[in-house]
């Protein structure tokens, strides 16, 4: 209630609360049940503002029902099991209520559109997305979960009607980096944000690291530039516009380059082919990887993103190399083409 009522008056639409809690390991706070129910529906009652929880069985979403929760939503942790997803599903036939899928814990696209179809399927009419991270054995750059932001992106392309919402507070793990994945979200066009809020952060029960209190909140929602997918602004029209002709053009320029580049894989291929050599040579991958890199780094490139392009086109090269090889007979002596 304290929770509810410092957030009553700052613009949250949405009030979350775990009244279960799928944890990661026994023994740790899994949430008060039914009893928690009765709190919600205070919060809902006194503060006049649509409730959420998370739900991962079908006697939770009875329950959620009967206790008149606005929206449902399922965790990470649920959306990796189909069948536990299509029981989730099948609780819910005919009923509407809205529906929000945070995306399974792998970085898989296809299951998490998955999960959402079969929401859909069974009648939901208002589902979202939200985009948690993916866990990993060594999280990278600091996060408690890895932002992969080309899954939620390729998300949005395939279904660009879908409301796709980014929880910072599961990404990162830590209150202190809440700020910046809120507004990269913002930057990258989501519609909404999930943030934990407690008015005592490090008393929590769950994941007190990434706690934020009410006033913090307050003023991330503050601070947030929010920005438009469109502009009226005819100058700034214009100079795209001109700037995406250049773009169309150059990368026009780069796809011709690349399919010369395959064009030069497979005569390489016939050549290996012609010798019994293998498709892969160590050491001139290394070597790629190297003078790309260096190359990469004179125009103030990163050499990592170079040298991950430069894998993909490779492995392209080896793939119709292989082919090559595959469909032609050992070379008999002297059989260069
Ligand atoms: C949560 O939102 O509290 C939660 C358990 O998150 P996730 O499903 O993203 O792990
Ligand atoms: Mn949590």
Redesign the pocket.
Known sequence: METAAALSGIGVHLF?A?VW??RTRPGSFEGNGIEAMEWLQEAKREYKIPVTV?VAEPEHIEQALKHNIDVL?V????TVNPFQVQHLADALKGVGIPVMV?NP?NADVDLWQGAIERFEQAGAKEVAA?H?GFSGYTPAAGYR?QPNWPVPIELKRRRPELAVIC?P??ITGNRNRIAEVAQKAMDMHFDGL?I?THPHPDEAW??AAQQVTPQMLREILLNLVVREEFTQDMSGLVQLEYLRQLMDSLDAEIIDLVAKRMELSEQMGEVKRACNMTAFQPGRWREIVETRGERAETHQLSKEFIIELYEKIHHESIRKQLLILENNKPAVNGDII
């Open positions: 979350r775990g809690k799928p998370e939503w965790g990470a942790r649920t945070k814990v939200i948690r979960n929880d507070s599961h999930m934990e769950s994941d």
